[in-house]
């Protein structure tokens, strides 16, 4: 089965302004985040600007970052942040390691554990609910979706707070089934897609199977060893072309058409090739985050951009851990303007013995 996207998974665009020295490891994870979830080059040379290193970020660190730098402005920031920190006492763990300790057979063998985690990843989730989050941002134009609904609120760098939705996530036999609960903080019945015309589904695994499915044809390269939240991780590049992609990207506006004498969007899907970053515990192939940038976006499309990003982190359940969703970012740029959609995922809860779930139907 095709997994269908609707267009959005979180965001969050990593402005922050450090009050004080931080670690070369979490500098480092800002400018990285950053660079998964936006392509303005003036925002992300602007955060690395505003960032106080207390330890040096050494040349394979601002290497990797250039990699995945967004233009000129990005990369003289990078340099200068070298530049800055030149000084500064090296980290106790190094930041990055491109090729040290490992060779052609051992990447093979990490990422044959990453695949076999990812393919069985979705048949070990229990049945679960979870409050799910989402914070709709845009910067540009109105999206044209409120209708008599006011944007909540100004942020910094010329974003606007469009919605903030409330949802009960219900996970069961491998179904999602989704109950909305509030919108900006009043109670709410509406399902999203009567709030919201983009939006995502399917952060709590399906991507990862589609991408690791061995009819997606992906191809993994060895990346680099990388310190995340205090543990090594093994990152590996990917990427996936259309003919052999899953991915839906729906719905993008394509014109416009006549109904009952107005004028509306006219919606197209594609399969969309894309791209991304994989991050995972080479000893047990635990896939902790998970990026994705759409690739070969067709011309006809008002879509320039689309980008995402997903953290999981180890959230108990009935007695026992699980890797589990705890943010997701979502970027999109189109000629009107962008988009970024937070996601948090929040209050995991194992099902009862008694609890009853209502799927959806199509009985009106």
Same mark, same amino acid.
């Given at each position: 089965?095709?997994?269908?996207?609707?267009?959005?998974?979180?965001?969050?665009?990593?402005?922050?302004?450090?009050?004080?020295?931080?670690?070369?490891?979490?500098?480092?994870?800002?400018?990285?985040?950053?660079?998964?979830? +936006?392509?303005?080059?003036?925002?992300?040379?602007?955060?690395?600007?505003? @960032?106080?290193? #207390?330890? /040096? !970020?050494? %040349?394979?660190?601002?290497?990797?970052?250039?990699?995945?730098?967004?233009?000129?402005?990005?990369?003289?920031?990078?340099?200068?942040?070298?530049?800055?920190?030149?000084?500064?006492?090296?980290?106790?763990?190094?930041?990055?390691?491109?090729?040290?300790?490992?060779?052609?057979?051992?990447?093979?063998?990490?990422?044959?554990?990453?695949?076999?985690?990812?393919?069985?990843?979705?048949?070990?989730?229990?049945?679960?609910?979870?409050?799910?989050?989402?914070?709709?941002?845009?910067?540009?134009? +109105?999206?044209?979706?409120?209708?008599?609904?006011?944007?909540?609120?100004? @942020?910094?760098? #010329?974003? /606007? !707070?469009? %919605?903030?939705?409330?949802?009960?996530?219900?996970?069961?036999?491998?179904?999602?089934?989704?109950?909305?609960?509030?919108?900006?903080?009043?109670?709410?019945?509406?399902?999203?897609?009567?709030?919201?015309?983009?939006?995502?589904?399917?952060?709590?695994?399906?991507?990862?199977?589609?991408?690791?499915?061995?009819?997606?044809?992906?191809?993994?390269?060895?990346?680099?060893?990388?310190?995340?939240?205090?543990?090594?991780?093994?990152?590996?590049?990917?990427?996936?072309?259309?003919?052999?992609?899953?991915?839906?990207?729906?719905?993008?506006?394509?014109?416009?058409?006549?109904?009952?004498?107005?004028? /509306?969007?006219?919606?197209?899907?594609?399969?969309?090739?894309?791209?991304?970053?994989?991050?995972?515990?080479?000893?047990?192939?635990?896939?902790?985050?998970?990026?994705?940038?759409?690739?070969?976006?067709?011309?006809?499309?008002?879509?320039?951009?689309?980008?995402?990003?997903?953290?999981?982190?180890?959230?108990?359940?009935?007695?026992?851990?699980?890797?589990?969703?705890?943010?997701?970012?979502?970027?999109?740029?189109?000629?009107?303007?962008?988009?970024?959609?937070?996601?948090?995922?929040?209050?995991?809860?194992?099902?009862?013995?008694?609890?009853?779930?209502?799927?959806?139907?199509?009985?009106?």
């Amino acid at each position: 089965m095709k997994w269908r996207v609707s267009w959005c998974i979180l965001l969050v665009l990593c402005t922050v302004h450090l009050g004080k020295a931080a670690s070369a490891a979490d500098v480092f994870q800002r400018v990285s985040t950053a660079l998964a979830v +936006d392509d303005s080059d003036e925002n992300i040379a602007h955060l690395i600007e505003t @960032l106080q290193p #207390g330890e /040096r !970020l050494a %040349d394979e660190a601002i290497q990797v970052l250039k990699v995945q730098s967004n233009g000129p402005r990005t990369t003289r920031a990078l340099d200068n942040l070298r530049a800055r920190s030149a000084k500064l006492p090296m980290p106790v763990q190094p930041v990055v390691a491109l090729v040290t300790g490992i060779d052609a057979d051992q990447q093979k063998a990490i990422l044959a554990r990453i695949t076999d985690y990812a393919s069985a990843y979705v048949g070990t989730l229990p049945n679960m609910s979870c409050t799910e989050t989402t914070r709709f941002s845009i910067s540009g134009k +109105d999206s044209g979706i409120l209708g008599s609904r006011k944007p909540q609120a100004k @942020l910094p760098d #010329g974003w /606007r !707070l469009e %919605d903030t939705v409330e949802e009960n996530l219900d996970y069961y036999q491998g179904t999602e089934t989704y109950h909305t609960k509030k919108l900006n903080g009043v109670p709410e019945l509406k399902p999203l897609e009567q709030l919201r015309v983009a939006f995502s589904r399917g952060e709590l695994g399906s991507l990862m199977a589609i991408t690791f499915a061995e009819s997606s044809q992906a191809r993994f390269q060895w990346d680099h060893w990388e310190s995340m939240q205090g543990r090594r991780v093994a990152v590996f590049s990917y990427s996936i072309d259309r003919p052999h992609s899953q991915y839906w990207v729906c719905c993008v506006a394509i014109g416009s058409m006549t109904v009952n004498g107005l004028s /509306r969007p006219r919606y197209k899907r594609w399969l969309s090739a894309y791209r991304g970053y994989v991050y995972a515990d080479a000893d047990s192939g635990s896939i902790v985050r998970f990026t994705l940038r759409n690739v070969d976006i067709p011309a006809e499309y008002d879509l320039q951009d689309n980008r995402n990003l997903v953290d999981y982190s180890t959230i108990p359940l009935g007695g026992k851990t699980f890797l589990l969703p705890i943010h997701a970012i979502h970027y999109t740029r189109k000629a009107s303007g962008r988009t970024r959609d937070e996601i948090q995922f929040a209050n995991y809860r194992k099902f009862d013995a008694d609890t009853t779930i209502q799927f959806p139907t199509d009985e009106k």
